[in-house]
């Protein structure tokens, strides 16, 4: 069965300073990718997914992720972070199966920016 | 488009209570989901649907029921409400289907607002 593993449940980081958010899955097969944005009170948003070809894809708000299939990973990044970037970020894993279609979630990263 | 729609937003119950959450999607999509989030500890697949008149049990089925009479809508249902359930709980659609050139596509989710429940 599939998993997936963010590392870190909370981290800090200041306002305008880089971000990069851990994100490691466990599939046989060919994954699809995903990571989701949740703002306080809010439902998720996607950010970006990697479905196949290039492994460093951009999303929304300025996100990129790369998929690094050597090391499972694929972990999300900013350059620049804003205070509304506030929020818990989820990484997910799509699969497809003959049973129905699935998608797993990592426990989520919360993000706090520092004025 | 609406996209997915819960009803209702909020809810209090007491202990023994029972109520249905409803999802509705219009997007034709074939699959519907129901997660719980608590915190810490992500979003835990509840009940899905892979089409309509079919419901399977996720990894924490315990305490709800599913129906999926319409393609469009989700029903989850507590029957007998309990303080453990207080959660916030999120119905996700995805189009479904595994042709090769849309399988990415078919596993892309779209999620409601989410409808938080606090049984006393």
């Known amino acids: 069965a599939q998993s997936v593993t963010q590392p870190d449940i909370h981290i800090t980081v200041s306002e305008g300073a880089s971000l990069e958010l851990r994100c490691n899955y466990s599939?046989?097969?060919?994954?699809?990718l995903f990571w989701y944005v949740q703002s306080p009170g809010q439902g998720l948003q996607l950010l970006l997914k990697?479905?196949?070809?290039?492994?460093l894809v951009q999303g929304i708000k300025g996100f990129e992720a790369e998929f690094k299939r050597s090391q499972s990973s694929f972990n999300l990044r900013k350059p620049s972070v804003h205070w509304s970037d506030a929020a818990e970020y989820f990484c997910?894993?799509?699969?497809?199966?003959?049973?129905?279609?699935?998608?797993?979630f990592g426990g989520g990263t919360r993000v706090l920016v520092k004025p | 488009n609406a996209g997915v729609t819960q009803t209702p937003k909020f809810r209090v119950l007491k202990t023994g209570q029972s109520m249905t959450l409803l999802c509705a999607q219009d997007?034709?999509?074939?699959?519907m989901y129901w997660y719980r989030q608590d915190p810490g500890m992500g979003l835990r697949l509840i009940h899905y649907?892979?089409?309509?008149?079919?419901?399977a049990k996720g990894e924490v089925p315990d305490g709800y029921n599913v129906s999926r009479l319409k393609k469009q809508n989700f029903l989850l249902g507590l029957e007998s409400a309990a303080p453990s359930q207080t959660s916030v709980y999120f119905c996700?659609?995805?189009?479904?289907?595994?042709?090769?050139?849309?399988?990415?596509?078919?596993?892309?989710?779209?999620f409601g607002q989410g409808t938080r429940l606090t049984v006393v």
């Open positions: 599939y046989g097969a060919t994954p699809y």
């Open positions: 997007m034709n999509h074939e699959y």
């Open positions: 996700a659609s995805i189009r479904g289907g595994s042709h090769l050139r849309d399988r990415g596509r078919n596993t892309e989710a779209f």
């Open positions: 997910a894993v799509g699969v497809i199966k003959a049973a129905g279609n699935k998608l797993t």
């Open positions: 990697y479905f196949s070809g290039d492994t």
């Open positions: 649907s892979v089409g309509e008149g079919t419901t």
